[in-house]
């Protein structure tokens, strides 16, 4: 999917496939949190540098520092499997996009294949697979990480 410009984002809220994030000054922790949840439910948009309206809930980008060296620091971090278990993306997957004067970082993440799921933060599955409900992300419950690596053992002895 290749955009230019993010047009009519005051009209979006946060939700199963849509995550923002200020990101203003490094990329916040709770994106990898999103990354997985996103990878292993239905996939989604993370939206950096821009903020949610706490009245009513719609979107609005806030100025970034310097979105390409976010965008060197994501790359940097999605291919380190101390961070994350597997990086789903191909360059055209993040993409920086104009909203008015602002400049917004853009990860398309997709579902992740069943033979790379669960898609966890840090070293340990159990503890770092999240999932995807409404507008948060939850740490899986240890039978669904099992589920998840049986499917995958399963599709690898194939």
């Not at 903020?51 to 806030?62: N, P, T």
Request: proline share 5%.
């Amino acid at each position: 999917m290749a955009l230019e410009h993010l047009e009519f984002l005051e009209e979006y809220r946060e939700d199963n496939r849509i995550e923002a994030k200020r990101a203003q000054g490094c990329l916040p922790q709770s994106l990898w949190e999103t990354y997985s949840a996103f990878a292993n439910t239905l996939g989604g948009v993370i939206l950096l540098g821009v903020a949610e309206d706490k009245r009513d809930g719609f979107l609005y980008s806030v100025p970034l520092f310097d979105p390409e060296e976010l965008v060197e620091e994501f790359w940097s971090m999605v291919r380190d499997r101390s961070v994350v278990s597997v990086n789903l993306l191909r360059e055209e997957d993040v993409q920086i996009l104009k909203n008015g004067r602002n400049e917004v970082v853009a990860i398309f993440v997709p579902r992740a294949p069943a033979k790379d799921r669960p898609v966890y933060i840090g070293q340990d599955p159990y503890t770092g697979t999240y999932y995807r409900r409404g507008e948060g992300d939850y740490r899986c419950p240890r039978r669904e990480v099992e589920a998840m690596l049986q499917d995958r053992e399963a599709l690898w002895k194939k």
